[in-house]
């Protein structure tokens, strides 16, 4: 397993779902995750989702500028993404930054155990 | 232990110490630790300090605009920053995010795991 290309695919499947099928999102986070969305906390996949889905705009476009990750140590990965958010009818878009701690499943794939997401007010 | 006045304390000594004493940042880092500094990758303390001592500026000032925190799951905290670099000399300061994967030590306090940071170029 490279790490490099797991995480690499995993950032292509989020943003890709967070653009298309948001509700989707819910799928990659477990009762145990915790979200840190512009320093508001958030515990447990339902709650995250219901988060995300309620956020002040229906479509938008993430578009990544880079994508760096590291082992955790603890059989995790983590995941570090910086890129722009283009909302619907807006015309500038907002630089973001965002983190994931990703944890192996038992089906050999991963979930969300930690994310944090800033906005950078470029 | 509360973490976000953990993280904060962490955070304001970490960038205090970069600006006036980086070779004091050893400290902070094991041989297990990793360092992506703009997707570069490097392991061990002595390699990353190394790293941070080279870095074409001399004399420069970090400003914190938002510190987030999360545990990691493991006995570790997660420390997520956003804020601006000013290099001695320059007009504009750089906007930059970094995180930390910090993980405690027998003497109750804490080493820095996991470093990712990335220029925002605001």
Redesign the interface.
């Known amino acids: 397993m490279d790490p490099d290309a797991v995480s690499k695919a995993f950032v292509e499947h989020y943003y890709s779902t967070f653009d298309a099928n948001r509700p989707g999102l819910a799928n990659l986070y477990q009762d145990?995750s915790?979200l840190?969305f512009e320093?508001q906390?958030i515990q447990g996949s339902q709650a995250i989702t219901a988060k995300l889905n309620s956020l002040p705009f229906q479509q938008c476009q993430h578009h990544i500028s880079?994508v760096?990750c590291?082992?955790?140590?603890?059989g995790?990965m983590?995941v570090?993404v910086?890129g722009t958010l283009q909302l619907a009818g807006e015309q500038h878009a907002l630089?973001f930054?965002q983190?994931f701690?990703l944890?192996p499943t038992p089906q050999q794939s991963f979930y969300v155990?930690?994310d944090?997401f800033?906005l950078?007010y470029?």
Do not use: V, Y
């Open positions: 145990s915790m840190t320093g906390k880079t760096d590291q082992p955790s140590g603890t995790g983590l570090f910086s630089k930054s983190m701690h944890m155990q930690n944090i800033r950078n470029a």
